[in-house]
């Protein structure tokens, strides 16, 4: 059986049910109740199914929307002061330092003039004379390098019979047969390394023709160089009106050290020359803890100077030590002084712990409730020179999801010129939020 179509006056469309018409009573009426159950069925149906695309909408928009980012808080950590390093200077006696290679660490000053102890007047110096007569005479007959032999010296029955003369006061001397031929090098090893006080003499008049020559010009280069504290009267430093203060003797040393054949020289803890024969260096601490010279002196108990140089290797810093002693009890007790230094110098350079991992710097808490700590990474340890203030600097990023052992940031200690960092991470993982957490709480995602 098949229904025949409605009448083309019974078809009704929606744009027609949507416009008002005068006939509308007069078509319910016509048509029935049936007609009119029809008609709003079919409005019903529209309303449902916007409302259901609206609601669809919203759904997708609430389930994929990014997610609001995580609320962190943290504090920045304070490091303790460290110790500051005490340099251990003679008690007995006076001395100066000076560092050099340090200056980030240490103060400018301290390739100047570091650290003094005990009076700074002028004192005996005895034989640490010979390094100013080598330096003035080496001013007039200069070497190229420490292997320059120089001009050679020719000693004389007057240069022989300094040897009698120096036994008797004695001084220090070493054979010197007349007619002996020499290079200026090999004659101021002679003089420096035994500390032989004939070759002193016999060199000054060598250069100058007379000791009151050699003075004359040791004074004026003194006074060229500024040293008003120290006065030299002979070359060998047995006068005790030979005299010097601590900081002119620092200044005196660092002017050898930058010679090439001093250096050279004073460096050398042994050597044969033909004449004198085999020398032995009255520096016993050449080659002991970086020492690597300079020059002893002694007039007796209570007048032991020790002018020295040292180089030290600190965690790939590399430091010129110059120092000087008088007035030193011993030649042991300025040795023992000496070693002293140089270790509290060591010592004042030290690893400072900072950082351990685990250590708590902050929290991270999701909107939608989950939490888990902020840490340091790994073990820090910040090289420094004694109690340099530490800086701490932390920086952290927001991401949104966390998972265990991420990386939300960056601690950082600054001592000096130094730093060190440790990434900050996360110890838990922070589960994403639930569908329903999403769902209803629009205003977090729109915030998002």
Known sequence: ????????????????????????????ATNGPSRALRITGLVIAIVMVVGMVATGGYVAWALNTPLPA????WQ???????????????SFGSSALSVSGGDVYLGEGASGIWQTSGPQDPQVMASVSKIITALVVLEKYPLADASDPGPTITFSKADHDLYDQYY??????AAMPTGTRMSL?????????PSASNYAEAIS??????????????SDWLQAHGLAGTTVVEPTGLDSANVSTPTDLVAIAKLAAANPTLASIVGTAS???????????????????????????????????????????????????TGAIQGGATRESANADVLRMLDSIRRGFHDVPVGLAGDHIGTVTAPWGGTTEVVIARDVDIFTWS?????VEVTMDNPIEFATGDVVGLITWTAGPHSESAELIVTESIDPPTDWWRLTHPTELVAG
Do not use: C
């Open 387 to 391: 109690d340099t203030p530490i800086a």
């Open 1 to 28: 059986m098949t229904t025949p179509p409605p009448d083309a006056d019974e078809q009704v469309t929606i744009a027609d049910l949507m416009t008002p018409d005068s006939d509308d009573d007069a078509f319910v």
């Open 76 to 90: 920045t950590p304070t490091v303790e002061s460290p110790v500051a390093a005490q340099i251990s200077l003679p």
């Open 168 to 173: 008797v006061r004695g001084a220090t001397i």
């Open 205 to 218: 008049r060598w250069a100058f023709g007379s000791v009151s020559s050699f003075r004359a010009a040791a």
């Open 70 to 73: 995580a609320t962190l808080e």
């Open 271 to 321: 050597l044969t020359i033909p004449g004198p024969g085999s020398l032995q260096n009255t520096n016993a601490l050449l080659g002991v803890d970086g020492v690597t010279g300079m020059k002893t002196g002694n007039l007796g108990y209570g007048t032991y100077a020790l002018v020295f140089t040292a180089g030290l290797d600190i965690a790939g810093m590399h430091l010129d030590v």
């Open 185 to 193: 090098h090999d004659a101021l090893a002679t003089m420096l390394i």
